[in-house]
């Protein structure tokens, strides 16, 4: 059984960077995709970016594109998203979420075999 826990939120202001991680427990991590997912309050819960489970696919939420990179470590059993030039409406709860499909990570489907807890991020102006 894989677990998922994340780390690296805080506070941060506006412009700055931040790097969550998300490490997984257990020898399966590689065959994963892997998500991050945010929810604000009020908002809808929103995929900002996937990966495959080797790395050679990813996506990026128009939001966040050309500031965000999502990455890998599989050695590591670890899932990292840079977070750059944080803007006012990034703060939410960022999510790590994994299935061994990663056309489900990319569809955003809420029944993902696996969810991490969740790390807060918040943007000051």
């Known amino acids: 059984q894989v677990q998922l826990v994340e780390s690296g939120g805080g506070l941060v202001q506006a412009g700055g960077s931040l790097r969550l991680s998300c490490a997984a427990s257990?020898?399966?991590?590689?065959?994963?995709?892997m998500g991050w997912f945010r929810q604000a309050p009020g908002k809808e819960h929103e995929l900002v970016s996937a990966?495959?489970?080797?790395?050679?696919?990813?996506y990026y939420a128009d939001s966040v594109k050309g500031r965000f990179t999502i990455s890998r470590d599989n050695g590591e059993n670890t899932v990292y998203l840079e977070m750059n030039s944080l803007k006012p409406e990034d703060p939410a709860v960022y999510y790590c979420?994994?299935?061994?499909?990663?056309?489900?990570?990319?569809?955003?489907?809420?029944?993902?075999?696996?969810w991490g807890q969740g790390t807060l991020v918040t943007v000051s102006s």
């Open positions: 979420a994994a299935d061994s499909s990663y056309a489900a990570v990319r569809n955003s489907a809420r029944n993902l075999e696996l």
């Open positions: 990966i495959s489970w080797s790395g050679g696919n990813t």
């Open positions: 257990g020898r399966t991590f590689s065959s994963y995709a």
